[in-house]
């Protein structure tokens, strides 16, 4: 893939934070959703590449538009799949909380797992406790796994898990192991990428969410070094077929990092919407938005954290929705 694609992706990333931003704290979620798809959409236009959607806003029937199977570029190579969350957190943006994020990530074509919108069971992990955690494995074995391999005592580690009725048991394993918890109302892939930053205080991820945001958690991961490890949780026969017809013939099977993104080089852009520890929310100063990402390609290791100011009146036709 092109190196330069990793700037044009923060281009799509901060384009769709900058429209879902206006709408923090109004309680409109389906808004603030659709602000931000329409200016990823557009920007995504003018991109020298070939994409095809794996990961998007639904079915072709679902939605209007970034959905799966649509194709997004100049019609260019390189070849890639293409996976988008324009709001990651639409709740989290309607409420005005922590760490909504406007996500996208590529790899080369075929390399992404084809993830169905289900229910994916994840335990996610940063580069100092890589290959020492399983998704099979009791709670408490994971985290003694992790704290030996960061050098800390369980009750030093905080365990981010989704808080959700389905998670008690979880939440009960995790406190009798005598490690701290930090539930997040919505923004597992926020949560995952944590893992890998010491300063944001996050050790491990536990539970179940999104399929989708867990494949684009797992190119995040790969950029970072860290790992994550899931498995879909069908819930009914409909579901279990549409695995099949996404070639998932083994449902129960452990997805690893290298069936989550395959190969050795995926590249992923997330643009902050609301503060987080890891990215600032946008801010909006009369015609000047001020945007805060993060870039990373797994085959170089990078890391970039951009801050961007853009003149809103200097965006003709665009990209920002200024008709």
Same mark, same amino acid.
């Given at each position: 893939m092109e190196r330069s694609l990793t700037m044009e992706l923060v281009r799509v990333?901060?384009?769709?934070?900058i429209q879902s931003g206006r709408w923090m704290g109004f309680g409109k979620k389906d808004e603030a959703d659709e602000a931000a798809t329409s200016a990823m959409r557009k920007v995504f236009d003018t991109i020298p590449m070939r994409g095809t959607v794996v990961i998007g806003e639904g079915e072709m029937d679902e939605a209007p538009m970034l959905y799966i199977g649509e194709k997004l570029g100049l019609g260019? &190579?390189?070849?890639?799949d293409v996976a988008v969350d324009p709001l990651e957190g639409?709740?989290?943006?309607?409420?005005?909380?922590?760490? #909504? &994020?406007?996500?996208?990530?590529?790899?080369?074509?075929?390399?992404?797992?084809? #993830?169905?919108?289900?229910y994916m069971d994840k335990i996610a992990v940063g580069p100092d406790a890589v290959g020492v955690v399983n998704i099979d494995a009791p709670v408490k074995d994971n985290l003694q796994a992790v704290a030996k391999a960061s050098g800390k005592e369980i009750a030093d580690l905080v365990a981010v898990i989704l808080?959700?009725?389905?998670h008690a048991k979880l939440?009960?394993?995790?406190? #009798?192991?005598?490690?701290?918890?930090? &539930?997040?109302p919505d923004g597992d892939v926020a949560a995952a990428m944590n893992t890998a930053f010491p300063d944001t205080g996050v050790d491990i991820l536990f539970g179940s969410g999104g399929a989708p945001e867990g494949v684009l958690a797992a190119v995040a991961l790969k950029c970072l070094g860290g790992e994550l490890q899931g498995r879909l949780l069908p819930e009914n026969d409909e579901q279990v077929e549409r695995c099949a017809k996404m070639g998932i013939r083994?449902?129960?099977?452990?997805?690893?990092?290298?069936? &989550?993104?395959?190969?050795?080089?995926?590249?992923?852009a997330a643009t902050g919407v609301t503060d987080g520890e890891l990215l600032q929310g946008?801010?909006?100063?009369g015609t000047v938005a001020t945007t805060h990402s993060l870039v990373?390609?797994?085959?170089?290791?990078?890391?970039?954290?951009?801050?961007?100011k853009h003149r809103l009146e200097k965006k003709p036709n665009l990209v920002l929705g200024q008709e």
């Open positions: 990333t901060e384009a769709a934070a260019y &190579l390189p070849e890639v639409t709740n989290i943006v309607a409420h005005g909380l922590w760490n #909504a &994020l406007s996500v996208v990530a590529i790899a080369e074509r075929g390399h992404l797992l084809h #993830a169905p919108d289900m808080d959700r009725p389905r939440i009960e394993e995790v406190r #009798a192991a005598g490690a701290r918890i930090k &539930l997040i083994e449902v129960n099977q452990i997805l690893y990092m290298n069936d &989550l993104v395959k190969g050795d080089d995926a590249i992923f946008v801010r909006y100063s990373m390609r797994a085959k170089t290791g990078t890391v970039r954290f951009v801050e961007g």
